[in-house]
């Protein structure tokens, strides 16, 4: 942690604490976990479960430099991030993120408080990052609503520059600029009524009904769920495989790109398995696995991470069969709600009934941030004039033709001999 802890007098003594050794993130992990729980913000991506096996799968070049608060011996406030040096349209500069950004596809990501502090424990958090040594804030994910979210937006209004110390962060009288950007949709389905009023609603319904009773007769059809570690180190291999041959024809998945991010997801089932929150399902048919959801469930939300199904079996709709299954088990465990996570997929619109909004929300801070942000909105500008100016359909072509020469580059370094594994 740093060497000397920062404290704050408010109402109740704050002391706040820069984690910088991975295992001094370890010690923290019981009251992590603890404050994870308690936190109206927190969530699966969160957690320590989730977080420690993801620095250790992609925390290679870069500096842990997560902001704990403490009243007494009391963890109080988390800010779990993580330092590296990045290239914003050629510029290089000092940027600090999220755990859990980029890889992985992490949504809802914040500042944890404990009950009560929020409003103490935000601002000795601002206080502490100003510390930190960074051109540029950039937080991704964050919730749309989230209070962490209006907070900041009421301390550094949008695209106007601040003094740091006028806004509460500290470190230097730099100048700071905040951009905000809206990221991803979130479809969700609130569980309100029952679930036979909810399925009578869709709209597939009787296309839904018509395919499960084809399937259903036939041979070795069976659907199983994991849950426990042992369950799970099977499951992972036959979702991963799965996952890979559904994406296979546009070029791989944006979320399993390679193979430092399928061993992530072995570990992490088995650490979600511990905890009983992993309902990772496999269907069968003519005993074979032709479709997969990797669910997990959390604070009463069953979260729809990922899915993969046997190409082969596409036009018999299994990745549709299978997910009813999920959501008819979600709704009998008593759960609030079946939580879609990032993506506008049009399945998801059939079914969803809400949907929540992330953004990515920038500080840029000093001569170098200013100069990033100015190179990274012309950049954006050029970019999105290119793609006003390409005919309609060139657009999904050219991001499928560069799915699949990375899925290439990538096996062309694995049969060289490497990890086929992207820069951290």
């Not at 620095?55 to 870069?62: D, L, N, Q, S, T």
């Not at 349209?89 to 809802?108: E, K, W």
């Not at 999105?384 to 050219?398: C, D, F, M, N, V």
Request: charged residues 25%; positive net charge.
């Amino acid at each position: 942690m740093s060497a000397a802890p920062r404290e704050m007098e408010m109402a109740g003594a704050l002391r706040t604490e820069v984690v910088r050794d991975p295992a001094e993130l370890l010690r923290l992990r019981s009251a992590w976990g603890a404050l994870c729980d308690e936190s109206e913000a927190g969530c699966l991506f969160l957690t320590p479960e989730w977080l420690i096996p993801w620095w250790e799968h992609f925390g290679a070049g870069r500096d842990l430099c997560c902001i704990a608060v403490f009243e007494r011996e009391r963890l109080v406030g988390f800010l779990p991030l993580f330092g590296e040096v990045a290239r914003f349209a050629g510029i290089s500069a000092r940027r600090v993120a999220f755990l859990g950004d980029g890889a992985t596809g992490c949504d809802y990501l914040d500042v944890l408080c404990a009950p009560h502090r929020e409003s103490d424990v935000r601002s000795a958090v601002l206080e502490e990052l100003g510390e930190l040594r960074w051109d540029v804030c950039d937080l991704d994910g964050l919730w749309r609503e989230s209070a962490t979210a209006h907070f900041l937006a009421q301390r550094f209004p949008n695209g106007r520059a601040v003094r740091s110390s006028n806004a509460g962060l500290g470190g230097s009288a730099a100048r700071v600029v905040r951009d905000a950007r809206l990221r991803f949709v979130c479809p969700r389905i609130p569980f309100a009524g029952t679930s036979a009023e909810f399925f009578a609603s869709l709209g597939r319904r009787e296309n839904l009904r018509r395919r499960e009773k084809w399937l259903y007769k036939q041979p070795g059809v069976c659907v199983e769920v994991a849950r426990t570690p042992a369950e799970a180190r099977v499951a992972i291999e036959r979702f991963l495989e799965l996952h890979r041959a559904r994406w296979a024809v546009d070029g791989g998945s944006d979320g399993l790109a390679d193979p430092r991010h399928e061993g992530f997801h072995r570990a992490v089932v088995q650490e979600l398995a511990d905890r009983g929150w992993l309902r990772l399902y496999t269907l069968f048919a003519a005993r074979r696995p032709v479709a997969s959801v990797y669910g997990v469930i959390h604070k009463r939300t069953f979260l729809y991470y990922q899915s993969g199904y046997d190409p082969a079996w596409a036009s018999k709709s299994v990745g549709l069969i299978l997910l009813a299954r999920t959501v008819q088990d979600a709704w009998a465990e008593g759960l609030a709600e079946f939580d879609f996570l990032r993506g506008n997929e049009a399945y998801k619109a059939d079914w969803a009934r809400g949907e929540r909004w992330t953004i990515q929300m920038r500080l840029w801070r000093g001569a170098r941030g200013k100069a990033a942000r100015m190179a990274q909105q012309a950049a954006m500008f050029a970019r999105e004039s290119i793609k006003a100016a390409l005919p309609r359909g060139a657009l999904a072509t050219a991001r499928r033709a560069r799915k699949l020469w990375r899925a290439r580059s990538v096996k062309s370094g694995e049969a060289a001999g490497g990890s086929g594994e992207g820069g951290g």
